[in-house]
């Protein structure tokens, strides 16, 4: 290798494609087409180069070689037509097209590419911190105490923060929180959460063994319709949601390959739930599969309808009657704010209607740390109770729920803080539920402001807020407007949402994406972002929409 360093295709002993000191053609293109991608050549009887080495070869070898690279390049195993149909199927509107394109304009504007606005508003998702919200005080001590331990021996920290936190600790192996629980969850949490709702409903028992923590109530959700969905044909197992729905229920339908069934809430009655509607959706999916789940979000998502007791008793006979498994989805039962409204869970009157209900009819409910007053999306709380589960599908459940290990363990953390909160007489009560009042009276505000607000816009309707998180106005869209967003393939309320953002910078979720009646159109838009803020929301979709009617008349 002498003085020089510097190595030449020639010098290794390579003179081009097709002529090789091996004296076989295909060896010297073996030998041209890992110089062309940068790697030195395995040629018999070629002197390596030095790892410092630089290759020189003719622009003919190195085109002809990249030509052969170009031919030796397979196609890809995974592409679009080979995936997972049932994935591809899936659409999830609350992070979707509107979302990206907020994403692509927020960059603009870093890079000082000027709009009609300083700043996207993201009200499409129902993340209270993302939006300022501020944790709750007792919630986020107790974490921080089981995730760094020291902190225990610190004055800074109240007693009864560091007794709840000692206790989860001593339920984690090794007294960490970095080490795996139990599938079903750490046994404690599990038995704080029987003892929240035994309190909540009244003294209506529950047992721990019935109680699954989750990775939010999503993961619970999608765990309980995985290991129902079954049957082929006629016989496909059918889910009956509501519409509008979460967008979460309608993809783990599709990703299940399940049939969706649609029953419509009504939305002339304050979005509220009929059991006429139930049995006509239910008669008509009989003849396509078999209708066996029942979902119900209460308070509503994204409608914010809050059930009375004669509707969930009407419910839960109905379930009895049908034979249909319930799913209750009740993460928002710390958000009620009408008056004359108030959250009955679907086990409380379950248990109130007799034995043959209690005693029958299966039920899993949904909590999580996500919403309510916490907000704590991060951290994937959550928990589910299932009750009246055959002996043999609980253990196939703990089964299916061991394969993904356990929740996150910071996350189950949370959710105890949740269903074991400061009571009256221990030292962090009063700020605790000065907090928790503040956040709820807060958002209570922010709902009638929206709603009114809303009522006074020519071309939108906004029924009471009476729970969760969110606005969902129905909204008149001109027929001019409509041939407009047909012309760029966009369902109306998709064209309306995507002006709205491009305009105003506001970024809302159009109805089409929760589902709505023909020829209706909506969109949601979440109230958490803070009062000065959300008045400027709503200024702003009031101006627009104006101007909307108005180019489009």
């Known amino acids: 290798m002498g003085g020089s360093r510097t190595q030449t295709a020639a010098s290794l002993g390579c003179k081009g494609p097709g002529v090789c000191r091996s004296g076989r053609k295909d060896m010297a293109l073996r030998c041209a087409a890992s110089l062309a991608a940068g790697r030195q050549p395995r040629c018999p009887r070629l002197p390596r180069p030095a790892r410092e080495g630089t290759l020189r070869w003719s622009s003919a070898a190195k085109a002809s070689a990249v030509k052969i690279n170009e031919k030796a390049s397979r196609e890809k195993i995974l592409t679009l037509e080979s995936m997972n149909p049932q994935v591809k199927a899936v659409e999830y509107a609350v992070r979707g097209p509107i979302v990206l394109k907020a994403g692509e304009i927020e960059k603009e504007l870093r890079k000082g590419i000027k709009k009609p606005f300083t700043e996207v508003i993201k009200a499409n998702i129902g993340d209270a911190h993302a939006m300022g919200q501020r944790p709750i005080t007792f919630l986020r001590q107790v974490v921080a105490l089981c995730t760094y331990p020291n902190l225990l021996d610190s004055p800074s920290f ?140 209460n308070p509503g998502n994204p409608t914010g309808q809050v059930q009375n007791r004669k509707c969930i008793e009407e419910v839960i006979h109905f379930a009895w009657e049908e034979k249909l498994f319930l799913l209750a989805d009740e993460v928002y039962q710390d958000n009620v704010y009408s008056e004359g409204c108030q959250f009955h869970s679907f086990k409380k009157i379950l248990y109130e209607m007799g034995p043959e209900y209690y005693n029958n009819v299966e039920l899993a409910s949904f909590h999580s740390t996500s919403k309510g007053y916490m907000g704590e999306c991060g951290y994937r709380g959550g928990y589910m109770e299932v009750i009246n589960l055959h ?163």
Request: proline share 7%.
């Open 391 to 553: 002996p043999e599908i609980k253990g196939q459940l703990v089964k299916l729920l061991s394969v993904r290990l356990c929740p996150p363990v910071s996350g189950q953390a949370a959710m105890d803080i949740v269903v074991n909160p400061p009571v009256p007489g221990e030292e962090s009560y009063s700020q605790f539920i000065k907090e928790k009042e503040s956040v709820l009276n807060n958002l209570a505000k922010k709902a009638k402001l929206t709603e009114d607000m809303f009522n006074k816009v020519p071309g939108i309707h906004c029924n009471p807020l009476q729970g969760a998180m969110y606005a969902f106005p129905r909204i008149f869209i001109p027929s001019k407007a409509i041939e407009e967003a047909k012309a760029h393939k966009m369902a109306p309320d998709m064209f309306y949402c995507m002006k709205l953002l491009e305009e105003t910078g506001i970024c809302v979720v159009p109805g089409s994406g929760f589902g709505q009646r023909e020829g209706s159109y909506h969109f949601r838009v979440t109230i958490l972002p803070p009062v000065e803020k959300l008045k400027i929301l709503l200024e702003k979709v009031k101006d627009f929409h104006i101007k909307f009617l108005e180019k489009y008349a």
């Open 158 to 297: 109240p007693e009864d923060a560091k007794n709840r936190a000692r206790r989860i600790l001593q339920g984690c192996g090794g007294n960490s929180l970095g080490s795996y629980s139990a599938s079903q969850g750490i046994n404690c949490i599990r038995e704080d959460v029987a003892s929240y709702i035994e309190r909540r409903d009244g003294g209506v028992p529950a047992d721990p063994d019935n109680i699954y923590l989750t990775t939010g109530a999503s993961d619970g959700i999608a765990t309980i319709l995985k290991i129902l969905v079954s049957g082929g044909g006629k016989s496909r197992t059918g889910v009956m949601i509501p519409i509008p729905q979460y967008p979460l229920y309608s993809a783990a339908i599709s990703e299940l390959d399940a049939i969706q069934v649609n029953y419509y809430l009504d939305e002339e009655n304050c979005w509220a739930l009929d059991v006429n509607e139930l049995r006509r959706s239910l008669n008509e999916a009989k003849a396509y599969c078999n209708p066996k789940v029942l979902c119900i979000i």
